[in-house]
T-cell receptor, first 111, second 116 residues
Framework: GQQVMQIPQYQHVQEGEDFTTYCNSSTTLSNIQWYKQRPGGHPVFLIQLVKSGEVKKQKRLTFQFGEAKKNSSLHITATQTTDVGTYFC???????????FGTGTRLKVLA | NAGVTQTPKFQVLKTGQSMTLQCAQDMNHNSMYWYRQDPGMGLRLIYY???????DKGEVPNGYNVSRLNKREFSLRLESAAPSQTSVYFCASSNLSGTGYGQPQHFGDGTRLSIL
């Protein structure tokens, strides 16, 4: 079946350093969504990308969808302790109500 | 506006017991989902309901049943709980956009279930 892999699985950074997580698929993605889950919390939607090569920014977060629509990335500039959590990518299968989540990247920010 | 409400928040069961996890959404969404999340792992889809009156299996349906009671409510039932079903269970709801792509999912706070 379709799989969406994320790397790295874990990342520890010093506060102020940058962070990037990657989402890779063996097949072409129709779209990609990104979610953040704080420790002990529930996933919260961040953004959705649909177009090839699309780049969207939310303050210190930059989201990118690959030209071939097989990968996506989330980059955080100058991390803060509030960025701690697990970041998931997810694909909503086009024309269906079914979603496939990536394995997630757990970010720890050291003050 | 409560969003997605799950009950209970915590539950401890003995092996073989049964229980039903409740989920309700007030956003008028058509589709609803049940996921499980095991420590350090992502979300795995158990069952989903595209619309009232329909349910479909996800990745890990064995040992579970679901009921889409009405547009608002989607319950998950464990008929005979097993230790392997110890997990955090999340309910979510969403709609399908006009372009055919899923819209963002809204999650409940989760039910932390332990089976001894």
């Amino acid at each position: 079946g379709q799989q969406v892999m994320q790397i790295p699985q874990y990342q520890h950074v010093q506060e102020g350093e940058d962070f990037t997580t990657y989402c890779n698929s063996s097949t072409t993605l129709s779209n990609i969504q990104w979610y953040k889950q704080r420790p002990g919390g529930h996933p919260v939607f961040l953004i959705q990308l649909v177009k090839s090569g699309e780049v969207k920014k939310q303050k210190r977060l930059t989201f990118q969808f690959g030209e071939a629509k097989k990968n996506s990335s989330l980059h955080i500039t100058a991390t803060q302790t509030t960025d701690v959590g697990t970041y998931f990518c997810a694909q909503a299968l086009s024309g269906t109500y079914k979603y496939i989540f990536g394995t997630g990247t757990r970010l720890k920010v050291l003050a | 506006n409560a969003g997605v409400t799950q009950t209970p928040k915590f539950q401890v069961l003995k092996t073989g017991q049964s229980m039903t996890l409740q989920c309700a959404q007030d956003m008028n969404h058509n589709s609803m989902y049940w996921y499980r999340q095991d420590p350090g792992m992502g979300l795995r889809l158990i069952y989903y309901s595209a619309s009232e009156g329909t349910t479909d299996k996800g990745e890990v349906p064995n040992g579970y049943n679901v009921s889409r009671l009405n547009k608002r409510e989607f319950s998950l039932r464990l008929e005979s709980a097993a230790p392997s079903q110890t997990s955090v269970y999340f309910c979510a709801s969403s709609n399908l956009s006009g372009t055919g792509y899923g819209q963002p999912q809204h999650f409940g706070d989760g039910t932390r279930l332990s089976i001894l």
